[in-house]
Structure formats: structure tokens, C-alpha cells
């Protein structure tokens, strides 16, 4: 079962703005394969959350998902993950010195004639990861459509392994402009101004595929990827993509969020994750330790759906959806201080 998620800010004549997505390895398969998830892990313990928190949401680890876009002129292609959690856009650069930027594409201004410089500085602390540079303009081209005069960061440094593993280059963020860090314009909203989108939506619809099939689409909804109606959900604020959740329910029985609570739809986000009061009764009923919530890869066959319920609308997510097997402990929701963020497998 697939689903579409689409997101909404106004109306009017369709115009097509297809991007296609890739299902990769996430960044946790990566360091597995590497041998180095454990140590990773203990550096940035699932059980914290971090004490410095930017503007762009503190996402725990990157996502699976991401496409591609081009910068300058001529045009310079980069791999990105569009990012509902955060409102940059950024690439690394020829000016960086990390080891993340050795194995990944580098932005060049010296090869665009379209490059403008400024002043200004940029600085990302991700949960996991972080990235510091400068801004300048640029052409940026999203599934064809050029938008001219673009803000976005070049990267100068990209410390640790959370980039070096990722296997994109860099973030394309799509949430709104209150949370942009050094106020730079998020691409969409740029989009809307220069009125290169006719409807002020995007819309995103993930496969279970490994490689196709998944796609992010600007100012249309195409009725071909689901059946019945679309529910339509208001946002509680405008930063994130933020709304409030009515409850959250196993079995019939309320687990977490009695009386309400907020939550974001994430795309930067691969799992589900939430306060630790409500994790800890999910750990209840499925019989994982926690943390990270380790349960028994058998036991998910006989595991309940998770129902969130939102705007009236109940939305069951499935245990083999939030419970991960990657040939080990089998692990699902991860903690969080403050709100649910509900990632891929909730979107999916």
C-alpha cells in the first residue's frame, strides 16, 4: 500500500514539476556495512536529544530518499533529499576541507556564469550531522523548471561521518521560512514568488521499491498514484510542517498523545519518533528494550498497527512499516524531547 502525501498552500491552473526519487541505503545501513553503526550510535545515543538546536529540524539520522537538481550555469548536478524538516538548500563546495566532501560532488562557482556571491554566512546543526558555509545566488533547476537567483549554501566544512556515508549530497529543504537559518528564502517560496508554480503545493509519494517509483511533484496532484479521496489536514503552525494529532492508539487503547499533541510530517526523517513517555508504552505492547528499542525480528508478524489519529482521520501504520529489520536487532520508534515526527514509514 502506497500513499500520497501533499501539502498545500493555495490554488489555481496546474503546472507539472516532476522530480523522481530514489530509495538508497540510509545512512544506518551505510555505517553498518562499514562497521561502524555501534560507535556511531554511542557518540549520538538515540536516548538524547541535542542541547543545540538550529532552526532546521534536528533530524536523527538522514533519510533513504533523494533526486536530483542542478546548480549554475552551466549546470552542475547534485543529489538531494527534499526535506520537509528543514528550509535550506545547500551543496558542498569546492571550498570544503571535510572528509564528507572527498566522495561527494562539489559545487564549483568558478564554472557558472550565473554565480553571485554575498556576505553571509550559514551554519546547520542536523541531530546527527552539521555543516557550515556561505550563501550566494545561483540558477537552480528542479525537474526542469529554472529558478534564477536562487539563495543557497555552499558548504566549507561537513565535520564527521553522518555526510561522509550519506549517500546524496546535500539538502533541499521545504518547510517554511521562519525556520530558514540566516534567513535565506526557502527554494519553494521562490518558486511562488517568481510564479514559476501555478499551484502553491507540492506533493511527495514514496514506493516501497528499492529503486523506483517514488517521486516528489511541484503544483499538481496526480490522482494516478492513489484511489478515494485525499484528506486534507490544517497546519498548527507554520515552520515545520506542523499539525495536531488527536491520539495515538493500539488496539483500540490510547498509548500516547491523550488529549492531543503536535506533530510534523517529516520526508528528512526515515522512522516515527516521539516523547519518551509515549514510546515507552509503545515498548509495552510490543515487547522491545529500549533504547534503541530492540525487539525480536519474529515477533513482527504478530505485532498490532500503531493508529494515528488526525483530524478525525485514523491512519494505522502497520509493524512491518515502524519496525526495522537490517540482518540484526529489529528496532522501531526513537525518542524525542518535545513532539512526534512522523518520517517516512508514516508517509509511505
Known sequence: VYSLFVIERSLSLPLLIRVCLKKGKSLRQSLKEHGLLEDFLKKHPLTTWPPS???????????????????????QDFTVVFDTGSSNLWAPSVYCSSAAC??????????SITYEATSQSLSIQYGTGSMTGILAYDTVQVGGIADTKQIFGLSETEPGSTFYYAPFDGILGLAFPSIASSGATPIFDNMIKEGLVSQDLFSVYLSSDEQSGSVVMFSVIDSSYYSGSLKWIPLSAETYWEITMDSITIDGETIACSGGCQAIIDTGTSLLAGPSTGISNIDSYTGGTCCPKHISCSAMSSLPNIVFTINGIE????????IIDWSGPCFSSQLT????????????
Open 53 to 75: 538546536i538550529s532552526p532546521a529540524w534536528p533530524k536523527r539520522l538522514p533519510v533513504d530518499y533523494y533526486g536530483t537538481i542542478s546548480i549554475g550555469t552551466p549546470a
Open 102 to 111: 572527498t566522495n561527494h560532488n562539489k559545487f564549483n562557482p568558478s564554472d
Open 315 to 322: 491512519f494505522p501504520v502497520p509493524a512491518s512499516a515502524y
Open 337 to 348: 524531547d518535545w513532539l512526534w515526527i512522523l518520517g517516512d514509514v508514516f508517509i509511505r
